[in-house]
């Protein structure tokens, strides 16, 4: 089945800077890759997902890229502000079937 | 919209007893919906796939005896936790798929039900 591993398991940065989150897939048939930010004692929301037809993808501040021959998808944020501070995952999945998620990064915002 | 209510929010009980969790999908229709585990600073852990008007997918290691789930209508699944005990304490949370209205591999997260078991 489909292993998602994740890195860092904590982030921190200044305020302003970038934060890039990088994730590994296993399973190639893999075609779904959705990113969720959980704020402390919440259900994790959806940020941005990519598929596996297009290589990136932007909303704003956030960014995704998908490298399906190399098997790993990484998340970008730009001009962090405090807000952002929350735990992110990343997941995958083929189609309409459950998701695998990563371990998750702590991601810290200094003022 | 694609909101996703979870009832209780949390929840404090004996050991022994059982726990009912309520998912309802309140602007949209799910098909599927799914429960998850997950423990403090850990991952979210799959337990089942809830098909409505059949039986549950429970994944490997989860007890189907024990996580009880119920997807009566297209809006409401449940998860029953029986005879619970402590180390069942975790934070609960489901999420659904609208299959109508937005892509069908997407899932929208429930706020989660916190569980403490006594």
């Known amino acids: 089945g489909e292993n998602v591993e994740q890195h860092p398991s904590t982030l921190s940065v200044q305020e302003g800077d970038s934060a890039v989150i990088k994730c590994t897939y296993s399973d190639s048939a893999s075609n779904y890759f959705p990113w969720y930010k959980q704020e402390l004692g919440k259900g994790p929301q959806l940020i941005i997902d990519?598929?596996?037809?297009?290589g990136e993808k932007k909303d704003q501040r956030i960014a995704v890229t998908l490298n399906k021959t190399a098997k790993h998808f990484s998340l970008h944020i730009t001009e962090t502000q405090p807000e952002d501070s929350a735990v992110y995952f990343c997941?995958?999945?083929?189609?309409?079937?459950?998701?695998?998620f990563g371990q998750g990064t702590r991601l810290t915002i200094n003022p | 919209g694609a909101v996703v209510s979870q009832h209780p929010s949390r929840v404090i009980c004996k050991s022994g007893t059982s726990v009912k969790i309520e998912c309802r999908s309140l602007d949209f229709q799910a098909t599927t919906m799914f429960w998850y585990r997950q423990f403090p600073k850990q991952s979210l852990m799959l337990m089942a796939t809830s098909n409505e008007g059949s039986k549950a997918t429970y994944e490997q290691g989860v007890e189907k005896d024990k996580f009880l789930i119920n997807h009566a209508s297209l809006t409401l699944s449940t998860l029953t936790v029986t005879s619970a005990h402590p180390e069942d304490s975790s934070f609960y949370i489901c999420?659904?798929?609208?299959?109508?209205?937005?892509?069908?591999?997407?899932?929208?997260f429930g706020p989660g039900t916190r569980l403490l078991v006594l």
């Open positions: 999420s659904a798929r609208d299959v109508a209205g937005g892509p069908v591999e997407t899932q929208y």
């Open positions: 990519i598929r596996s037809n297009v």
């Open positions: 997941s995958g999945g083929q189609g309409a079937q459950k998701l695998v």
